[in-house]
């Protein structure tokens, strides 16, 4: 830090508060919109806000003669699980009133511009994380954010910093926009690549039932017939099965007697799918390997397929069913209470696969593999861009609080 500045605690210079208590009996369909960590979090980044806790006006209109509301220039910063973010309330903004304990208000910092103030906190995000408390969950209060000590050079000097982190930051983000972009791009076509090959019909295939070419949940019972009640097998919950990495194990072991009740049971090559939703929208599917003993019980959410290897190439299935198509048919057509829909047996048992020789399968799943593998090259590429970037961000907060930005360009 600049040596020529002076330090002081936040409680100093301003005020840290939060919000008065709303209660989920307050909650109405619509009025006021109350925020959580979430929309302030969306407003941060500019996005889109999905509107879902109201109000009453009334409620809001007592709050705000009694208690306060944000003002222009105040800072809302997230202070519970996802530390940092931070929203400087705008001129005219809509009515809104937001979470207690879980938002800090920061206002009355009349020697600190509020945009400097956010990129001194933005470049602490580490360190309030850091003086954070709770272990189930990350948490900072309000006692211990008041004796942080932040700089205070002049306000002229502040605004001349914010306007070179303005312009900087701006490129940045352009930057990672355009990156960004060239992910989305890049998983596109390996989709769009999916498609063509699935939608082909060549010479000799036929379309066939997934459950007239696949065991479909076979029966745990035969893990009994293989295996004895104290035998180890491995078990796979829900964190083990990803999105789009083609195989799959586990590191946790139980034994056989003790996985047995109440899960999934499948065996090594089958292919393995999440069918509850996010799971099953956000791509959760892999192939079983390596499992102790070949044996492995899971999520009483998966749905095995055990292929028969004469006819159908597992990897084959695998690519089949991580289709984005296939994905948003399930998606349309899944039932029950929301945030615990399924995918349901009249679509993942009678969705039509089409069926080549299993010399032709071997062929495609190789060609899909060396296209996915560049691919994630490529990715890997544009997600170290990325990390750089970043790092480039933190350089250039790092050099403005140590008074080395000030009258000088910064190259991007």
């Known amino acids: 830090m600049s040596e020529s500045w002076k330090y002081k605690a936040l409680g100093k210079l301003g005020t ?7 209660y989920k009996k307050e909650y109405i369909a619509e009025g006021v919109p109350f925020y959580r960590s979430k929309e302030i979090k969306e407003l941060a980044h500019a996005r889109e806000i999905s509107l879902e806790l109201f109000i009453s006006h009334e409620r809001y209109n ?4 009694q208690f ?3 003002q222009e220039g105040d800072l809302l910063l997230t202070a519970v699980g996802t530390i940092g973010e931070i929203y ?14 879980n938002i800090m208000w920061l206002k009355d910092f009349e020697t600190l511009d509020p945009y400097f103030l956010k990129y001194t906190l933005t470049l602490f995000v580490e360190q309030l994380k850091a003086i954070s408390q709770g272990s189930a969950y990350n948490a900072l209060t309000i006692e211990k954010l008041k004796k942080y000590a932040v700089p205070e050079p002049s306000i002229s000097e502040q605004q001349q910093i914010v306007a070179i982190l303005d312009k900087a ?5 352009q930057a990672k926009a355009n990156i960004e972009k060239n992910i989305e791009n890049a998983k596109e076509l390996f989709q769009s690549k999916l498609n063509d090959i699935f939608s082909q019909k060549g010479k000799g295939w036929e379309e066939k039932k997934l459950k007239e070419v696949c065991d479909i949940k076979p029966n745990k019972k035969e893990s009994k017939e293989i295996l004895q009640p104290s035998d180890e097998v491995s078990f796979v919950p829900m964190k083990y099965l990803g999105e789009n990495i083609m195989y799959f194990n586990s590191s946790e072991i ?3 007697k003790d996985a047995y009740s109440g899960y999934v049971y499948f065996r090594e ?25 070949g044996v492995g019980f899971g999520s009483s959410e998966y749905i095995p397929y055990r ?8 990897e084959y299935l695998y690519f089949f069913l991580n289709r984005e198509v296939f994905r948003n048919k399930g998606e349309r057509l899944m039932s029950g209470a929301v945030g615990h829909k399924r995918i349901q047996p009249s679509f993942y048992e009678e969705e039509l696969i089409p069926i080549p020789s299993i010399e032709e399968q071997k062929s495609i799943s190789s060609s899909i593999k060396r296209l996915q593998n560049t691919l994630d090259d490529l990715e890997s590429k544009y997600e170290k861009k990325l990390e750089d970037l970043e790092e480039l961000k933190k350089s250039i907060l790092q050099k403005a609080f140590a008074g080395e930005l000030t009258n000088k360009a910064v190259e991007v």
């Open 16 to 22: 840290l508060t939060s919000s008065k208590r709303i």
């Open 62 to 65: 007592e709050i705000k003669s």
């Open 68 to 70: 306060g509301i944000p």
């Open 88 to 101: 400087i309330v705008k001129k005219n903004e809509p009515d809104f009133y937001f979470k207690d304990g």
């Open 169 to 173: 930051f701006e490129a940045i983000d």
């Open 254 to 256: 139980r034994q056989l």
């Open 269 to 293: 090559g089958d292919v393995v799918l999440a069918k509850i939703t996010p799971c099953f929208e956000n791509g959760k599917l892999g192939i079983a390997r390596d499992l102790k003993n």
């Open 307 to 314: 292929v028969d290897e004469s006819k159908l190439f597992n």
